[in-house]
């Protein structure tokens, strides 16, 4: 996987190097030239470039990258504007930080699909949901268990628990289901809502795009969503 990562403060910075060496390849960007000489020794590149000038930042590869995340913290101006030029530029999947409620309304009414919360979530954990495919969400038990939130494919619409028996083929306990709503929000744009839907039980019928919590051994977690990607 390709990453660019705008803005290389402490959250910015750690998430490139997390995600580097899980064996990706990650461009981090910033205005500050410490910042960039500070990491250019532990990631794949660095550059140091103006992220709200258009001229400049269309000479990344943006069209062979992955995914883009604007982790600038300290100026929310300049997190908006870097923000917006991703949009415009239509890279494949935009992740955007926000520090507050106001600022993560302008990102929704933006169409910015995915919000980080430095303050409330870690690079560790940000960097574990963007390396292992279809997961959604993740939470790290120990080292070799953790437990995710990953989408319910198409050929799971309508099976239960245990028709689909991902504990006898997985060893993997499906804990809970989340269906995903959309409402607006005071600005007017739409936003997806979660609601968990109780403990799950053999008799829990999956649905298509909602939401699936799942706890398991890490290696078997890889190789259930490896064979989805298959399906």
Same mark, same amino acid.
């Given at each position: 996987?390709?990453?660019? =990562?705008?803005?290389?403060?402490?959250?910015?910075?750690?998430?490139?190097?997390?995600?580097?060496?899980?064996?990706?390849?990650?461009?981090?960007?910033?205005?500050?030239?410490?910042?960039?000489?500070? #990491?250019? !020794?532990?990631?794949?590149?660095?550059?140091?470039?103006?992220?709200?000038? $258009?001229?400049?930042?269309?000479?990344?590869?943006?069209?062979?990258?992955?995914?883009? $995340?604007?982790? $600038?913290?300290? !100026?929310?101006?300049?997190? #908006?504007?870097?923000?917006?030029?991703?949009?415009?530029? +239509?890279?494949?999947?935009? =992740? /955007?930080?926000? =520090?507050? /409620?106001?600022?993560?309304?302008?990102?929704?009414?933006?169409? @910015?699909?995915?919000?980080?919360?430095?303050?409330?979530?870690?690079?560790?954990?940000?960097?574990?949901?963007?390396?292992?495919?279809? @997961? @959604? !969400?993740?939470?790290?038990?120990?080292?070799?268990?953790?437990?995710?939130? %990953?989408?319910?494919?198409?050929?799971?619409?309508?099976?239960?628990?245990?028709?689909?028996?991902?504990?006898?083929?997985?060893? #993997?306990?499906?804990?809970?289901? =989340?269906? $995903?709503?959309?409402?607006? +929000?005071?600005?007017?744009?739409?936003?997806?809502? %979660?609601?968990?839907?109780?403990?799950?039980?053999?008799?829990?019928?999956?649905?298509?795009? !909602?939401?699936?919590?799942?706890?398991?051994?890490?290696?078997?977690?890889?190789?259930?969503?490896?064979?989805?990607?298959?399906?």
């Amino acid at each position: 996987m390709k990453y660019i =990562i705008i803005g290389l403060g402490n959250f910015g910075a750690s998430l490139a190097e997390k995600l580097t060496s899980m064996g990706n390849e990650v461009i981090g960007v910033d205005v500050n030239m410490n910042k960039v000489e500070a #990491i250019k !020794d532990k990631i794949t590149h660095a550059v140091n470039l103006d992220s709200t000038d $258009i001229t400049a930042v269309s000479n990344l590869p943006l069209k062979d990258t992955d995914v883009v $995340i604007v982790g $600038i913290g300290e !100026d929310q101006g300049a997190n #908006i504007m870097a923000t917006a030029l991703m949009k415009q530029l +239509n890279v494949k999947r935009l =992740i /955007s930080r926000a =520090i507050s /409620s106001l600022q993560e309304m302008v990102l929704e009414a933006m169409g @910015v699909d995915e919000i980080i919360h430095p303050e409330e979530e870690t690079a560790e954990r940000w960097s574990k949901k963007l390396n292992l495919h279809g @997961v @959604v !969400d993740s939470f790290e038990v120990n080292w070799e268990f953790s437990i995710i939130e %990953t989408t319910i494919p198409k050929e799971f619409d309508g099976k239960t628990l245990q028709e689909i028996g991902l504990k006898r083929k997985y060893n #993997i306990i499906v804990l809970s289901t =989340i269906k $995903i709503t959309q409402e607006k +929000n005071r600005l007017g744009a739409e936003k997806e809502v %979660t609601n968990v839907q109780g403990v799950a039980s053999a008799d829990t019928v999956l649905y298509h795009g !909602d939401i699936m919590v799942l706890y398991g051994h890490n290696n078997n977690i890889k190789k259930l969503l490896k064979d989805l990607r298959r399906v």
